[in-house]
């Protein structure tokens, strides 16, 4: 009878020592580039993008589509130097001819930090430079660059339409 | 009648409790009992069953473990621990290898009053554990993803292989236990421990996930343990 009650209480050893008992609860882990968008007269006041879709160079599904925002959340890809977003911004009727395209251009170098056992390695986006094409509906944007992207706090960029 | 059913009961209650009541003058005053029932002292060596169960049920760990202690009074037991573990720490995004040498002190006590001349334990005990180890990083993935738009640019594995050598913890264990003698001067031994991590050395740019002898290192710096161990005792003395 000893023995089985020891037995069992191996087993039960055996078998809880196996159970996941934490989970990443941050999100993201890797910071994301936070984009506000304001008005360009009113240079004050936020302004929302009408039918607003985004998606990233050499990609095929889009992070937005059709939304109306002021504020968005844009990952960076982590495995190059540079991320290419187009934007679209509709502020007829959505119809396609009225359709308004910019770019913005993302370059950056990366690092990777340890965060913790379930979370693992983040990525620190370092010495970021932003660009947008020339002619585009985003008039202007500041600032033009940042020291790096590890917080989610405030927006990291404001673009003027 | 009915009126007095309770009051009655209560009558009862009290007449029981008269009845107990003992008559206290006479109890003989018995003799000391004199006859002194030895036990053997001395060293008893053995080893932890439960790792090479474990090594053989699991591909990700190996390891090893040599029990001693050596009674020293009635009750009290000087207790050690030998041994080398490796593991594989399979996370999200990481796997490690953690491999090493450890050594834990202490002293067990026997809280168990024996009947006769048996030998048997129930004992608390504490332990300083040490442990020298080094950790691999065999491969990792960066964290990229987010609930809101999952991974929407892709993660590389990386294959790096960073080793990182001549790692330590420091930690105090507290353990509880059993021990039974089956066959004569032959012990079965099973214990639990509770172990807090006073140092650490954590690789560059990572941390330590497991120490040999600590078992994983939880969050709050705490780890568990269990024992399964046979030993044979090597008796020197009698008393």
């Known amino acids: 009878m000893k023995k089985n009650i020891l037995f069992l209480v191996l087993l039960t050893g055996i078998f809880t020592a196996c159970e996941k008992d934490d989970f990443c609860i941050e999100n993201p882990v890797t910071s994301r580039l936070i984009i506000d968008f304001y008005d360009d007269t009113n240079r004050e006041t936020l302004k929302n993008v009408q039918r607003f ?12 589509v059709n939304t109306t925002s002021n504020s968005i959340a844009i990952p960076l890809n982590s495995l190059t130097q540079e991320t290419r977003y187009t934007l679209k911004k509709n502020d007829e009727n959505g119809a396609e001819v009225d359709d308004k395209i910019a770019t913005f251009t993302i370059q950056y170098d990366t690092e990777e930090e340890f965060v913790s056992r379930s979370c ?3 990525v620190i986006f370092n010495n970021l430079e932003f660009s947008s094409n020339t002619n585009s509906w985003i008039t202007d944007f500041t600032p033009t660059t940042i020291i790096n992207l590890d917080d989610q706090s405030a927006a990291h960029v404001q673009i003027f339409h | 009648m009915y009126k007095y059913f309770i009051s009655i009961c209560l009558l009862f209650v009290f007449a029981e409790n008269f009845s107990q009541e003992q008559k206290k003058d006479n109890i003989i005053p018995q003799e000391k009992d004199t006859v002194v029932y030895k036990t053997n002292y001395g060293l008893r060596l053995g080893m932890d069953i439960s790792r090479p169960i474990f090594s053989s049920l699991y591909s990700n760990y190996n390891g090893l473990e040599i029990v001693a202690d050596y009674r020293i009074k009635k009750n009290v037991y000087i207790a050690a621990e030998i ?16 491999k090493g040498n450890y050594i834990r002190l202490g002293l067990n ?3 168990y009053d024996n009947w006769l001349d048996m030998n048997n334990e129930i004992f608390v005990g504490y332990r300083y554990g040490f442990s020298l180890f080094n950790q691999t ?3 990792y993935t960066t964290n990229v993803s987010d609930m809101e738009n999952g991974s929407y640019f892709p993660a590389v594995l990386n294959t790096v292989g960073q080793a990182s050598t001549s790692l330590n913890t420091h930690w105090s264990e507290f353990m509880i236990g059993i021990k039974a003698e089956t066959l004569h001067n032959l012990f079965i031994g099973f214990s639990f421990s509770y172990k807090i991590l006073m140092s650490v050395k954590d690789p560059e740019n990572f941390m330590t996930l ?3 002898g600590f078992n994983r290192i939880f969050e709050s710096n705490t780890g568990f343990g269990i024992n399964y161990t046979i030993s044979y005792l090597i008796p020197f003395s009698k008393k």
């Open chain 1, 53 to 64: 879709s985004i998606i990233a160079e050499g990609k095929t599904d889009s992070l937005f």
């Open chain 1, 120 to 122: 693992g390695f983040k």
């Open chain 2, 83 to 98: 041994g080398f573990e490796e593991k594989t720490s399979i996370e999200d995004y990481s796997n490690s290898t953690s």
């Open chain 2, 109 to 111: 006590y026997n809280a």
């Open chain 2, 137 to 139: 990083l065999n491969n």
């Open chain 2, 210 to 212: 497991f120490s040999p």
